[in-house]
């Protein structure tokens, strides 16, 4: 069983910048792919990175790519979302999530693929 907890979200205007953190129980933390995910009211939770149990490798979705950074440390038991030039469509709340997976793949792209989900930070950009 694995605990999430996201922080770090807030009020920021277009270009700026925030940092989240997900705070995860468990001493095994380091066997868990991570993945970030957002959400706005009406749509569905949509993909915005992952990365690996070893934190060697991360995925990025299109609309954050090369603005976005995902970055973990095991030794803490958390993974960051880095957002810069941050956009007013990026307006969402953000959901930390893990699954417990030997290999990293494609599959950390999909939501189904997650065990265990926390319960979101809301990060608003104005414009």
């Known amino acids: 069983q694995v605990q999430l907890v996201e922080s770090g979200g807030g009020l920021v205007q277009a270009g700026g910048s925030l940092r989240l953190s997900c705070a995860a129980s468990?001493?095994?933390?380091?066997?868990?792919?991570m993945g970030w995910f957002r959400q706005t009211p009406g749509n569905e939770r949509e993909f915005v990175s992952a990365?690996?149990?070893?934190?060697?490798?991360?995925y990025y979705s299109d609309f954050v790519k090369g603005r976005f950074t995902t970055s973990r440390d095991n030794a803490k038991n958390t993974v960051y979302l880095q957002m810069n030039t941050l956009k007013p469509e990026d307006t969402a709340g953000y959901y930390c999530?893990?699954?417990?997976?030997?290999?990293?793949?494609?599959?950390?792209?999909?939501?189904?693929?997650?065990?265990?989900w926390g319960q979101g930070t809301q990060v608003t950009v104005s414009s």
């Open positions: 999530a893990a699954y417990y997976r030997s290999t990293f793949g494609s599959t950390a792209r999909e939501r189904n693929a997650y065990n265990y």
């Open positions: 468990g001493r095994t933390f380091s066997s868990y792919n």
């Open positions: 990365i690996s149990g070893s934190g060697g490798i991360a």
